[in-house]
């Protein structure tokens, strides 16, 4: 996307003809649709500025409508330069509903945005019902203060060398999105934010089970959606009231360890039973999730998909016999890694409970759009992008011996290293890593209908292309897959990077 001059942009034309006319200017990838009370609104404040005796440089440089990419997050006018300084304004149509301290919120949520590009911040909300002159607000350190069109001027001329294009490469995906694991300090010191979508679920949420009248949610959604982050968000919320149990299902990695130590009124226990021969479930034995859950009042699940029937019928018999005051369940379906845990389908064991409701999350925002294209392209050919793949490389090992040099290259360029293996995969449930190297090898082939697939061993209950996906999905930057002894794959992934093969 590119800026525009905003003098040019309010010039009178056929309302049918705006959008259009805006994409030629902004350069965007879809037309825009426009809100004529928007466009009078930004045309009020150039016409101040001129009445000011503006410069030409005030005019130029703006982003109109500028969405932050994964994260939907929409700006009105902006203005940024290399200097660090940017100046946001916001327009609003006066109504009942517009209260000051919306704006107020709205202005300080999105200096959070705005930090990640600069600074030094100003944020203004221009109000006006769109025929008549508006007023105009600025947030300072004291709160919302009305100001005139001098400050904005003032401000505008602090910005020095301003950004004309390709803003949107600014914002990458992991400085909103965070592991609870990966990054726990950022996690309890709150600095992170979620989706308006993911906003909108959580208030759902809290709010049933603040007034019981909805006490059994689940919340699904792809890797890359935020599950986990909501689930700890609404976790922190929930223990200022209530004592809380999250339960892992995976292995706890140092990441749960310390953030374990940082929350209180949370405990996170990792599902699963002591493993001990000659004692099951229906003996002694209780695995430390069901004894988590007679001092808990809410219990959050995470990767509920791996859920063992005998931990899920313990939380269910507590929730219906009122030990627990509400369950919350987190899943993805597609991060299954065993057959048994296929065949169990935890999720739809879930929609047949009395009560139950079902939420999704269906936004990719750790991943980049360029490793979200790559893994639908790995899991499936035929999912093909056309995009460039810069950061993603597929090598060649020709024996185990070349595969393990490769590997060792890669980690030392910073890549994170995850080994194939039911244990490995679930050693990095709820991680993220900026960089990535993953391996296949001869267990893999891609089917005639262009998916990948698995050559099964009746004697495994791994899911080999699950176990992979798992692995792939924990990056957030850069891919490298190393392809051993296993041709055919390998040629088709080369293919796949290089778009004109």
Request: aromatic share 10%; glycine share 6%.
């Amino acid at each position: 996307m590119r800026a525009v001059n905003i003098y040019a942009l309010t010039r009178d034309l056929p309302e049918e003809a705006k959008p259009l006319f805006e994409k030629a200017l902004s350069h965007r990838d879809g037309r825009l649709r426009i809100k004529e009370q928007e466009f009078e609104q930004i045309a009020q404040i150039v016409q101040e500025l001129l009445r000011l005796g503006a410069s030409q440089e005030s005019f130029e440089d703006w982003y109109y409508s500028f969405t932050i990419p994964h994260v939907s997050r929409e700006f009105d006018l902006l203005k940024a330069g290399e200097n660090g300084c940017v100046v946001n304004v916001e327009l609003k149509s006066a109504s009942p509903s517009v209260t000051l301290a919306r704006i107020r919120k709205q202005l300080e949520r999105n200096q959070y945005y705005l930090s990640l590009i600069g600074s030094k911040i100003y944020s203004f909300t221009y109000l006006s019902d769109g025929k008549s002159k508006g007023r105009l607000y600025t947030l300072t350190g004291e709160g919302l203060k009305t100001c005139s069109f001098r400050e904005l001027l003032r401000r505008l001329a602090q910005i020095r060398r301003p950004l004309r294009e390709n803003l949107e490469e600014r914002f990458r995906p992991g400085d909103f999105l965070i592991s609870p694991f990966s990054e726990p300090e950022r996690f309890c010191k709150g600095q992170y934010f979620l989706t308006e979508h993911q906003q909108q679920m959580r208030e759902r949420i809290l709010t049933g089970i603040r007034r019981s009248t909805s006490t059994l949610f689940g919340v699904t959604g792809e890797a890359g959606t935020g599950k986990t982050l909501l689930l700890y968000d609404i976790a922190k919320e929930l223990s200022k009231d209530y004592k809380i149990c999250v339960i892992h299902c995976g292995n706890l990695s140092a990441g749960h360890e310390k953030l374990k130590s940082m929350l209180k009124g949370i405990e996170v226990v990792e599902a699963g039973f002591p493993k001990e021969p000659g004692r099951d479930f229906e003996g002694e034995v209780k695995s430390s999730a069901v004894n988590a859950l007679e001092r808990c009042d809410v219990v959050c699940v995470d990767e509920s998909q791996r859920l063992s029937e005998e931990e899920f019928a313990e939380v269910l018999a507590a929730y219906a016999g009122g030990k627990i005051k509400a369950c919350l369940f987190v899943y993805d379906v597609k991060q299954v890694l065993s057959r048994s845990e296929r065949e169990r389908n935890m999720p739809e064991q879930l929609r047949r409970v009395t009560g139950f409701q079902e939420l999704r999350l269906a936004k990719n925002i750790r991943t980049s759009k360029e490793i979200y294209a790559f893994i639908n392209a790995l899991l499936d050919l035929k999912k093909r992008s056309g995009l460039p793949f810069p950061n993603i490389d597929v090598l060649w090992a020709g024996d185990e011996k070349e595969e393990e040099k490769l590997i060792r290259f890669y980690q030392k360029r910073g890549y994170h290293y995850i080994p194939s293996g039911y244990e490995n995969s679930h050693d990095v449930i709820g991680l993220e890593f900026d960089a990535v190297v993953v391996t296949m090898d001869e267990r893999f082939h891609y089917a005639q209908d262009g998916k990948l697939s698995e050559r099964e061993n009746e004697e495994e209950d791994c899911l080999y292309v699950q176990l992979l996906y798992q692995n792939v999905s924990r990056t957030k930057d850069k891919l490298c897959v190393i392809v051993k002894e296993n041709a055919d794959v390998c040629r088709e992934l080369v293919a796949v990077v290089c778009r004109n093969a």
